[in-house]
């Protein structure tokens, strides 16, 4: 082999390379006009109702805009703390044109710089806070810009068994509005065996039961937003936890966890099996005992707390946003305008079963003369969001990490949660 | 965040490779042999060394992926130094790494020697305790789920049975290190193969020279058969140590990459992760890199060092 044809040979190498190379790159370029002048990629992580309600949006939608195309993408578990994806797409500058997102991450993103501000669109098209419920609008806002569009909000209650109440000679119609009365259920209601539970009253972090809801129905707070301030150590809060760590204490941490390990979800929950007679639960728990056990005689009221009013919920909910250097962003905001409109919302709600960020859309569908579903939206304009900060997603395990380390006797309330203002300040500092 | 295995291949191929052609060939087609070995290098170049070595730069930044982030020398460094959930991570994988590495050489090597035997069938033998292997790592973490699972699982059922109550495994601080450790020592069968393969390597004359000294069964384990293993249990050593200290699939999707209960599965390549991706903090997650990739090297270079004392190659 002689050097001229070495020399051949790597030419042509370094041409296929080029080749190559230059097919890569043209690809990308046509990847986002593919198919047309005008096509719009939507990335969401919906299944089952709530997909079968996006797919009847987009139909409408593409109806009506017959130029614009929506090519939808199922993307698993997107906006659930999985982002990668997303992440990666936005990152290597090839992000879809519109994503599902939970709007408790976007001011996190938007802080990083990924998401495009839609503030201007916005306000050409005279969409404002007056549209939404003002948690869900403060949700999608970050530093007084709007970075998506509020699409669902959910509430959470106590849910209770009504014949389980009658059996143990409670007031099936008076269910408790005071932690003492919650205890005092919980307590009847209630059948150990050794270690194992025929069935559990109550326990305050199963389902929904997240600290936040204890924190703000004990009458705290967490979060100063003119401020900044951290206050995951509000004395109140502390209180919650430490009555927490009581009744953990009193049945039995890990006596409760072999409980909860042992059951699943959808047709295995035991609040539909009858294990558990009371639990904390989100209005999208409502569905799935219509379809488990459409028979189950129960209730829901709001979370009790101390003093019997008061009553205090958190609300969370999706959004369609933008991601940073979409290539589409008009047909794309032309999307989650219907999205977020009264009619893109009717057809989402009415099929996806989840709430509308449109109080109107909630009430011209009835949610508000449902005996179940009335409780949640009547309490909704009093809901509060989770903080609207940077570090939400920090905030959230830290606390989950504090519930779990003082019901485990690891650390006292007070001290895990002077740990979590501690270290979720530290990290907005940064 | 890759230390291991997938790095090895390529660059043990590409430097046997080179060498042999420069010795045959004349030195124009050195650069041929470069030619064919070009895919292999820019890969490596581009999609590994280049992302290696930029981590150190961003491990002294707060790059977010998204942001470039700003230049704060050891900052993160110093940072993870009083961080209490990145210690906590390290005690869970040195909890792990300790009782995980023994066990697996202790338990892999007498299942290797059990599954040496004159036996009729022993290929189906065989089969079986390599089955496991092939089990995806989440299908893994959700079969174990169930047979650990305190209400009705099947482990808690059989020690009901001869009259233990059973701990509740996965939901208890105390048991959900250990679970994990009989979890993964389940999918043994790849280091059992390697054992295999270095029993078959002793030669027969060594035990016919020992029973004709009238050693015994248990002797000639001792003086035969474990010494002339040592090379291949320092090679499962070394492996098995950086893997355990990899831990990362099975409890993140136990937990939903939470490392309940109590933090007690929050591994070091979970928090890791979440940092990176979770948090944006790629920055802090490269710094955590660079420190598991220094205690990793150092660790397999005390067990390299310790080796001339304790591996025994034959021959030599």
């Known amino acids: ?77 997107q906006g659930e703390g999985q982002n990668e994806k997303l992440l990666t797409a936005i990152a290597g500058g090839n992000p879809p044109d519109v994503a ?14 990924s998401l495009e ?115 995951a150590d509000d004395p109140k809060n502390v209180e919650a936890l430490e009555w927490i760590t009581e009744f953990g204490q009193k049945y039995g941490v890990e006596d409760i966890a072999g409980f909860t390990d042992s059951q699943g979800s959808g047709a295995m929950d035991p609040f539909v099996s009858g294990q558990i007679s009371m639990k904390i639960d989100g209005n999208f728990g409502v569905a799935a005992l219509e379809k488990f056990a459409p028979d189950l005689n129960y209730g829901v009221t709001p979370i009790p707390t101390p003093t019997g009013d008061n009553f205090k919920t958190w609300s969370g909910g999706w959004s369609v946003v933008i991601p940073k250097g979409a290539n589409n962003q008009e047909g794309a905001w032309e999307f989650l305008k219907f999205f977020g409109s009264e009619e893109g919302q009717r057809i989402f709600s009415e099929t996806s079963r989840d709430f509308s960020v449109i109080e109107s859309v909630n009430q011209s569908l009835g949610y508000d003369e449902d005996p179940i579903f ?23 395990n830290a606390l989950a990490d504090a519930v779990e380390a003082s019901t485990r006797g690891n ?16 990290a907005l500092g940064e | 965040m890759k230390i291991k295995g997938d790095s090895d291949q390529p660059l043990i191929q590409e430097s046997m490779e080179v060498p042999i052609r420069k010795k045959s060939k004349i030195s124009g087609s050195s650069a041929t042999g470069w030619l064919f070995a070009s895919p292999w290098v820019i890969g490596l170049i581009l999609f590994y060394a280049f992302p290696l070595f930029s981590s150190i730069y961003f491990s002294f930044t707060t790059y977010s992926i998204l942001s470039p982030g700003e230049f704060v020398g050891l900052g993160n460094y110093r940072q993870l130094m009083s961080d209490g959930l990145f210690w906590k991570s390290i005690y869970n994988t040195i909890y792990f790494a300790i ?95 390697i054992y295999l393969a270095g029993l078959g390597d002793i030669p027969q004359e060594l035990y016919e020279a020992a029973d004709v000294d009238g050693a015994s069964w248990l002797q000639k384990i001792f003086t035969v058969t474990l010494p002339l293993l040592t090379p291949v249990i320092f090679f499962n050593l070394v492996m098995g140590a950086i893997g355990a200290f990899q831990q990362f699939t099975l409890p993140y999707t136990m937990t939903q990459g939470q490392g309940t209960p109590d933090n007690s599965l929050t591994f070091y390549v979970m928090y890791l992760y979440d940092n ?9 997650a490269s710094a955590m890199a660079w420190i598991l990739f220094i205690v990793i090297m150092l660790l397999t270079a005390v067990i390299f060092l310790s080796s001339k004392r304790w591996v025994h190659y034959q021959g030599k």
């Open chain 1, 1 to 77: 082999m002689n050097n001229s044809i070495f020399h051949k040979s790597m030419v042509g190498f370094c041409l296929a390379i080029v080749l190559v190379l230059a097919a890569c790159s043209s690809d990308e370029e046509s990847g986002g006009d593919a198919g047309g002048e005008n096509t719009v990629q939507f990335w969401h992580s919906m299944t089952d109702t709530s997909g079968e309600a996006v797919e009847y949006v987009i139909e409408v939608f593409e109806e009506e805009n017959p130029d614009i195309n929506i090519e939808a993408t199922y993307v698993a578990n």
């Open chain 1, 117 to 231: 501000p839609l503030t201007e669109m916005a306000e050409e098209d005279g969409i404002s806070q007056d549209n939404y419920y003002d948690f869900a609008w403060e949700e999608v806002s970050y530093e007084g810009d709007l970075y998506g569009i509020p699409t669902t909000t959910d509430s959470r209650l106590l849910f209770y068994n009504k014949d389980h109440f009658e059996e143990v000679g409670l007031d099936p119609e008076n269910p408790p509005t005071t932690i003492e009365e919650l205890e005092e259920a919980a307590e009847k209601l209630t059948i150990k065996e050794g270690n194992r539970f025929e069935r559990i009253g109550f326990i305050p972090w199963f389902g929904q039961g997240w600290f936040y809801g204890w924190g703000w129905s004990f009458g705290g707070d967490f979060y100063d937003v003119e401020t900044g301030e951290v206050t």
């Open chain 2, 276 to 284: 990176a991706f979770k948090y944006f903090k790629m920055g802090y």
């Open chain 1, 411 to 426: 650390g006292t309330p007070k001290e895990n949660l002077e740990e979590v203002t501690q270290q979720v300040t530290e």
């Open chain 2, 99 to 193: 009782f995980f590495v023994p066990l697996s050489i202790i338990i892999g090597v007498a299942l290797a020697m059990m599954l040496n035997m004159r036996v009729k069938g022993m290929a189906v033998y065989r089969t079986i305790f390599f089955l496991p292997t092939l089990v995806p790592h989440v299908a893994l973490a959700v079969l174990w789920m169930w047979l650990l699972n305190p209400g009705f699982g099947l482990v808690n059922g059989a020690l009901d049975a001869i009259g233990i109550t059973g701990p509740n495994w996965l939901g208890s601080v105390t048991w959900s290190k250990p679970s994990l450790i009989l979890m993964s020592l389940w999918a043994i069968g790849q280091p059992v193969i």
């Open chain 1, 100 to 113: 599902y997102f939970d709007r408790f991450e976007v001011a996190a993103w938007a802080a990083q710089g």
């Open chain 1, 374 to 396: 009335s409780e949640f939206i009547n309490i909704l304009p009093d809901s509060n969001s989770r903080p609207v900060m940077t570090e939400g997603s920090l905030y959230w």
